[in-house]
């Protein structure tokens, strides 16, 4: 059977872009991962991973054994491009598109008629619009889509990723795609792309509406966390255990709160919603107060450990979890990780331990000369204050036994969940 593409060239190999090359380098298609990297592009070469992620070593593996695909700094000729780069925000929460932009410029020069060109970076609406201005720009001899809709020689489209960290492999293949084209032609191109792995539906819309779509996904999470985080509030006031009120709650068939937590981490629910507001600030009180409220939260409980540590002689804090949410490697925009850090430069001569096992040193904190890494025994049998603020798993293994005499402040419910108990 033809393949409708022979070569594809995937830009960016964090943890969407390198599953994303290894899934369809699995399906007997070459494919060339690029990367500014060069650590991570040797690390891919040698058939290994630099991220952590369930399954993904193994395919990895296999496709670089078989030379199906192989990464690379320095962009080649392909006949898809599919763009998977950062996209964080800067200044007052302003979107940063750079990356994009420098993608966009390093595969300009390799297009050729035919072509299809893919957005997946989370992205502010209308920057799919704007990557085919930047490349007519720099390839005037080519017509794109914005300039002459289904005659372009060029397909552009968006189709943003919607996988949970730690099951990416499998919701890569069968969660359903939004694709959205500049032109239907570009969508229906797309289509063809993603159909080669995707068992769940595509469904076709305008590039628009599917990056629109893919920052309401994550502003919905976002505002249902903050409701949580707000009842989490005001159950500790009222002395009502948070955990058992909402798992009565979602009893009812149209409720479903999520859980609260330290605040909302990660390179999507914590960003993306910014990206809306940035484009319709009258108009998104709501989706701003939601943030507002999550990006509160770390501070909430920096005070309250601050307010503990003043009531006891010798205190000494012990910090479970740093990651921004349980049994992954992933630190970025971790609200963990921001209330370890305020509290170690705070409280400069209290003896801080951390619990994280998913990093083998503490170089993500800044001159945190107080604070170290130590296993979990060794933080529950010294430290006076317990600070849960990220459940990975082995977090609650732990003995109720061992909470004799101590202080706990549980934002995750793994050691207070239980009705009767009070959170702290």
Not at 103 to 120: C, R, T
């Amino acid at each position: 059977m033809k393949l409708p593409f022979n070569k594809i060239s995937v830009v960016g190999l964090g943890y969407i872009g390198l599953p994303t090359a290894a899934i369809l380098a699995s399906r007997g298609i070459e494919v060339i991962g690029i990367d500014v990297d060069q650590h991570a592009v040797d690390t891919i070469n040698r058939g290994e991973i630099h991220i952590v992620e369930p399954d993904l070593d193994a395919i990895v593996h296999a496709v670089v054994t078989t030379e199906k695909l192989r990464a690379t700094t320095v962009p080649e000729k392909a006949d898809a491009f599919l763009i998977a780069v950062p996209t964080p925000f800067i200044g007052d929460h302003e979107p940063d598109i750079s990356y994009i932009k420098a993608a966009a410029d390093s595969i300009a020069p390799l297009l050729d008629k035919g072509n299809l060109v893919v957005l997946e970076s989370t992205s502010p609406v209308g920057t799919t619009d704007q990557i085919s201005r930047w490349l007519s720009t720099l390839r005037p001899d080519l017509k794109f889509p914005h300039q002459n809709a289904e005659k372009a020689d060029i397909q552009i489209a968006y189709c943003p990723e919607r996988v949970l960290p730690g099951h990416i492999i499998k919701e890569l293949t069968q969660n359903d795609r939004v694709i959205g084209g500049m032109t239907h032609l570009c969508a229906k191109r797309a289509e063809n792309l993603y159909k080669l792995f995707v068992e769940g539906k595509c469904i076709i819309t305008t590039s628009n509406t599917a990056e629109m779509c893919k920052l309401t996904e994550n502003a919905f999470r976002d505002v249902n966390i903050a409701f949580a985080n707000e009842l989490s509030l005001i159950c500790e006031k009222l002395k009502i255990n948070v955990w058992e009120l909402i798992s009565l709650a979602n009893l009812h068939p149209r409720v479903n709160i999520l859980q609260p937590g330290p605040g909302v981490g990660g390179h999507c629910i914590a960003v993306d919603p910014w990206f809306i507001v940035n484009s319709a600030p009258s108009e998104s009180n709501l989706i701003r107060a939601a943030r507002e409220i999550n990006d509160g939260k770390p501070k909430y409980i920096i005070n309250q450990v601050i307010q503990y540590s003043e009531n006891i002689d010798t205190p000494r804090i012990a910090f479970f979890g740093m990651t921004f949410k349980p049994n992954i490697d992933d630190f970025r925009e971790s609200p963990s990780l921001e209330i370890v850090q305020a509290v170690s430069n705070k409280l400069i001569d209290v003896e801080i331990l951390v619990v994280e096992p998913y990093a083998i040193n503490l170089d993500m904190l800044n001159n945190s000369t107080n604070t170290n890494l130590v296993e979990l025994d060794e933080a529950i049998e010294k430290a006076n204050i317990l600070v849960m603020l990220v459940d990975h798993d082995i977090f609650h293994e732990v003995s109720s036994e061992k909470f004799i005499g101590k202080k706990i402040i549980d934002s995750r419910g793994c050691w207070t969940s239980t009705p009767g108990n009070i959170l702290l």
